[in-house]
């Protein structure tokens, strides 16, 4: 299969089993099993009710729906998907997702899932994410982005919000989660993860040989919601 992303951060695998055992290594730090998906996931986003902004759905909700035989094969698709990754050990959750909280527009800079970031975890992991319609995440090499807390015009003003002891300054970017967000450099080339691709991609956690996959969240298109699998 020919896929249209090229990096040197990204391996590209065949299969689920390929995509779990596979491991970051060097500059890899996103594993992407891809795929072309047949049915219409469409559908499903239609047909599930909407409840807040990011609506969680149930397999049972899934069951229930009246599909069409394409949106019935979609179905398959994405329950087969949750199992694969729930008997893995993992817990993945179904999203059909509007859009997203925004920070506050008087804040330093966002800390929102819309902005450059990295996942953390206090125990060996990984990010596993697959959209399956609407706009998909975008990530970005670490080469091309620079952490916003070491960014001097952005601590200078950190520092004026910041009210404790020097020594403690670093605690305060963790606890507020500043220290996860990063800044494109100019001319910087994000990377689309494409619909329907099931990626994983590394966290800032323990044991990481790897640097943390820099990403964020797509913005949504008016009326047209995301079905997101995530984990």
């Not at 399956?132 to 916003?148: C, F, H, R, T, V």
């Not at 220290?179 to 044991?207: F, M, R, T």
Request: with cysteine; hydrophobic share 35%.
């Amino acid at each position: 299969m020919n896929f249209p992303y090229v990096s040197k951060q990204i391996q590209c695998v065949t299969s689920f089993n390929e995509l779990v055992s596979t491991q970051f290594n060097g500059n890899v730090n996103a594993i992407c099993w891809t795929r072309e998906l047949k049915g219409d996931f469409a559908e499903i986003t239609k047909k599930v009710q909407l409840k807040e902004n990011i609506t969680v759905v149930s397999c049972n909700e899934l069951i229930e729906l009246k599909l069409t035989e394409q949106g019935n094969l979609a179905r398959e698709i994405l329950l087969n998907d949750y199992k694969l990754l729930k008997d893995y050990g993992a817990s993945p959750t179904i999203n059909l997702i509007k859009c997203y909280e925004k920070d506050d527009a008087n804040s330093i800079f966002s800390t929102d899932v819309y902005s450059f970031h990295v996942d953390s975890s206090p125990v060996p992991t990984a990010t596993f994410l697959c959209t399956y319609y609407g706009e998909p995440s975008d990530i970005l090499p670490n080469s091309e982005a620079i952490q916003k807390v070491l960014i001097p015009e952005i601590r200078d003003e950190l520092k004026k919000n910041y009210r404790g002891a020097d020594e403690d300054f670093e605690l305060y970017l963790r606890e507020n989660f500043f220290d996860l967000h990063y800044q494109p450099i100019h001319n910087a080339q994000p990377i689309s993860l494409g619909n329907c691709h099931l990626w994983k991609i590394s966290v800032d956690c323990p044991e990481s040989k790897v640097l943390p996959c820099v990403h964020r969240a797509p913005k949504e298109k008016n009326g047209q919601n995301r079905l997101l699998l995530i984990c």
